[in-house]
């Protein structure tokens, strides 16, 4: 009797008659894919149970906590500070999801066309996501600085006047976008980049034919079979963009700048949890952070799964 | 010029240009990190290359602990590759080539951890830490990031369709242990899926950032992207040598990154297409 999967089902289930002493024969299987289980339990499933209990306390971490119910999730939906960080959070994510999806795909179009160096081009686009993010935030906040940044600099040289990037609410989320873009956009390039060449030639060909110009090209063929591939991309910059902190923090700093006007949820978490060591409340921030999320993703849903129906029923 | 042609150019300068737009800020790194900090104060801009790296460094060197805070990244992102590596391909080869009861269920919970935000057992992860005593102590970051659900994921795709159940059939014929089959039989042909997960975790742990912050920052064990945010915390004005020490930071990753990147560029967009 083989342990290996058949490749073929074979006529009659062999696990019915193991023997009892080979009981243990799957022992080396369990204890192969055992360190995930274990890692998980003691640092993902046990955390998360214990953050529920945490909430419906008061702690900071070193004394006795205190029971308090739903005290802090109470707080929590009145917390101007904590509806900041959602509103801030989904604005820049808005303001960077659009123009970097935009780019990307202009970018895939003129890495799909036949230029030259465009092996060296993948590897300039895909630098910024490989790169140290506190590093580059360290590098953005020199450019978009207000008085010595080489971006001001630039503006006053072509006669605009400069702009205080990071000491205005507008400014902040203009620069977190941007580093957030110039991260991912190239990322996106490549993944559109490999969506495109999967088009089989025979539909542009097809489309030809029928006498279909290039534009009626993009919009006809190329970028409803893009699709799967840009909803991924889609999906995964949802992930991402409501989990930013690291921008916002070396931007800007732990407070979130002028008027909060960079604290993203994960940096609101932050605070209230390891600065002011306010541990149960920073456990409703992570539970209420836990339900923002998902109801984004239920609605993402939604809106993925509408056009295909339609699509369907036609 | 043909109409072909004049697309060809445009798209082939825009290109250009959008290339040298994302490059501009390692450019402008590398000349504010080689020029004293009045030099880049003044206006307009100094936009060449200065002649002051080694002066900058040398201040870096002086100001904090870097290549302690660099040995301490080398040492977990070493460590967290090794570990996740052999873990994730041992229990990959597990889920893709045997059968054993409650497979399916056990692989059905592994994809369900995908989706617990990291902040949720942030806290109780930090007081478990405490307990531990590993508060400031690499193993804190290290032995969390041991195993993960995606590269178990990824593998175990890549394990199916890249190990022929013949040759595992024939090395149990030849009297090869489930171990020895792994080791011997399975490990080399995976390596190609080893090295593009390799790079891929090694990146990650280098850059990780909040974790670090959190459980290592009033030790005297600094990951570099903590020590680097610090660095700009404290002489935040002094460019020059904030910069200096910026430059230096990301200089072994670039390398790393330019050595696979492409097999790893190959890779993200394959994964992106399947998925």
Not at chain 1, 257 to 276: I, R
Not at chain 2, 195 to 205: E, N
Request: charged share 10%; aromatic share 14%.
């Amino acid at each position: 009797m083989t342990d290996l999967l058949p490749r073929k089902a074979p006529s009659a289930p062999a696990v019915a008659q193991v023997p009892q002493r080979r009981r243990f024969r799957h022992l080396p299987q369990y204890l192969a894919i055992s360190p995930f289980y274990i890692l998980f339990l003691v640092f993902g499933a046990y955390p998360v149970f214990y953050s529920l209990y945490l909430a419906l306390h008061r702690w900071d971490g070193i004394g006795p906590m205190q029971w308090i119910g739903l005290d802090n999730f109470a707080l929590l939906v009145t917390d101007a500070e904590f509806w900041n960080a959602i509103g801030n959070t989904f604005i820049i994510w808005v303001m960077s999801t659009v123009p970097m999806t935009v780019l990307a795909l202009l970018i895939a179009l003129g890495l799909n066309s036949s230029i030259r160096f465009k092996g060296l081009y993948r590897i300039a686009y895909f630098m910024p996501n490989v790169t140290s993010v506190v590093a580059m935030a360290i590098v953005f906040s020199s450019v978009f600085s207000t008085e010595f940044g080489i971006l001001n600099s630039f503006l006053s040289a072509i006669g605009l006047d400069p702009v205080g990037w990071l000491t205005d609410p507008w400014g902040i989320k203009v620069a977190i976008s941007v580093m957030i873009i110039w991260r991912w956009v190239g990322y996106n390039a490549i993944i559109f980049l490999a969506g495109l060449q999967a088009i089989p030639a025979d539909i542009y060909e097809a489309a030809r034919i029928d006498g279909a110009g290039p534009v009626q090209t993009f919009f006809r063929v190329t970028l409803p079979l893009l699709r799967p591939v840009m909803l991924f991309s889609v999906v995964m910059s949802a992930i991402n963009g409501m989990q930013v902190f690291t921008e916002a923090q070396v931007l800007v700093g732990d407070r979130g700048g002028v008027q909060d006007a960079g604290t993203t949820m994960v940096l609101y978490f932050y605070n209230m949890a390891f600065l002011e060591n306010d541990f149960g409340y920073g456990a409703a921030i992570a539970w209420g952070i836990f339900v923002v999320v998902v109801i984004f993703a239920i609605i993402n849903w939604r809106l993925i799964q509408r056009p295909e129906r339609a699509e369907v029923s036609r | 010029m043909t109409p072909s042609l004049r697309v060809k150019l445009l798209g082939g300068g825009l290109l250009a240009v959008g290339a040298v737009i994302t490059l501009f800020p390692y450019y402008w790194l590398a000349v504010m990190a080689t020029n004293t900090t009045s030099d880049i104060f003044t206006t307009p801009p100094k936009l060449t290359f200065g002649s002051h790296l080694f002066d900058n460094l040398a201040e870096v060197f002086a100001s904090i602990d870097f290549f302690g805070s660099l040995l301490n990244t080398v040492i977990v992102a070493v460590a967290t590759t090794v570990l996740v590596l052999f873990f994730d391909s041992l229990a990959a080869f597990t889920f893709a080539k045997y059968r054993f009861p409650g497979r399916n269920v056990l692989f059905g919970i592994l994809l369900a951890t995908f989706v617990v935000p990291t902040q949720l057992a942030a806290i109780p992860q930090f007081s478990i830490m405490a307990t531990l005593g590993w508060v400031g102590d690499l193993k804190a970051l290290i032995i969390p990031a041991a195993a993960n659900a995606f590269g178990i994921f990824w593998m175990r795709q890549y394990c199916a369709s890249a190990l022929p159940d013949e040759l595992l059939e024939a090395a149990r014929m030849d009297g090869c242990g489930f171990f020895r089959t792994y080791w011997n039989v399975a490990l080399p042909v995976l390596r190609p899926a080893l090295a593009f997960l390799g790079i891929f975790t090694f990146i990650s742990a280098w850059n990780d950032y909040l974790w670090p912050l959190i459980i290592m920052v009033d030790s005297r064990n600094l990951t570099l992207q903590v020590a680097l945010s610090q660095l700009n915390g404290v002489y935040g004005t002094d460019y020059s040598l904030v910069m200096a020490g910026t430059l230096l930071a990301i200089l072994p990753l670039l390398v790393v990154f330019l050595i696979g990147s492409r097999h790893f560029i190959k890779n993200i967009a394959a994964g992106a297409v399947k998925g």
